[in-house]
C-alpha cells in the first residue's frame, strides 16, 4: 500500500466521531489481510468467522465463485477475491480463515490469510484521496480508503462486491 506521504490522510480510526463530524454516524469494520492488502468491511454484514478448512470445489462454478463450504447444514459459496481485485492467479497465500458474510440477503464467504481487528470509527472518515480516483477506477465495491495508525485499509461495500452475477450464478451450482 502506498505510505502516508502519498495518501496525506489523518489518523482516523482514533479521532472521535462527535467533533469529526457532527451528523456522521459511527460504523465497527472488521479488518483482514488478503494478499498483503488490509481490507476493512462493516461488521453487522460478518456472520461468522472459521479456519479455512473443508471447502470443496464446485462444478460449473464462475470465475468469482469456484468453491464452497458447508456449515451447519448450509452450503455456502466462496467469493474469490484475487479475481474481483485483479491479484494474478498465484499470486495468493494460503488462506487462514474463512469470513461468512451475509449479502443481499444470503450467505457468502471470502477467505483471509488473517482477521486482524474489529475497529469502531465514523463513517465520513472513509473518503478516496482524488489521486487514487484513477488507479482505483475499477473498483466499484469501496466507497474509500480509510488511514489506521500507520496502515491504509480498503473498506468495501459487499452489496456492490457481491454483484447480481455472482447471484445468479450461486442458485445453479453444486458441489463436485
Given amino acids: 500500500m502506498p505510505g502516508e506521504s502519498v495518501l496525506n490522510l489523518p489518523n482516523q480510526a482514533h479521532e472521535d466521531p462527535l467533533t469529526a463530524n457532527q451528523t456522521s454516524q459511527s460504523i465497527e469494520l472488521l479488518t483482514f489481510l488478503f494478499n498483503e492488502v488490509i481490507f476493512a468491511l462493516d461488521i453487522l454484514k460478518v456472520e461468522e468467522i472459521h479456519g479455512y478448512e473443508n471447502h470443496y470445489p464446485i462444478v460449473g462454478s464462475t470465475n468469482t465463485i469456484k468453491q464452497s463450504i458447508t456449515v451447519r447444514g448450509n452450503k455456502i459459496h466462496m467469493i474469490d477475491l484475487s479475481v474481483k481485485f485483479g491479484f494474478p492467479a498465484n499470486s495468493a497465500s494460503d488462506p487462514k480463515n474463512l469470513i461468512i458474510l451475509n449479502a443481499h440477503e444470503r450467505q457468502f464467504g471470502i477467505a483471509a490469510d488473517g482477521v ?36 491504509i485499509l480498503v473498506v468495501l461495500d459487499l452489496e456492490k462486491l457481491i454483484t447480481r452475477d455472482d447471484l445468479i450464478c450461486s442458485d445453479g451450482l453444486r458441489d463436485e
Fill in 116 to 151: 486482524t481487528e474489529v475497529i469502531t470509527t465514523n463513517k465520513s472518515l472513509i473518503s478516496m484521496p482524488s489521486q487514487y480516483d484513477h488507479a482505483l477506477s475499477g473498483l466499484a465495491f469501496t466507497p474509500g480508503l480509510i488511514k489506521v495508525d500507520e496502515n
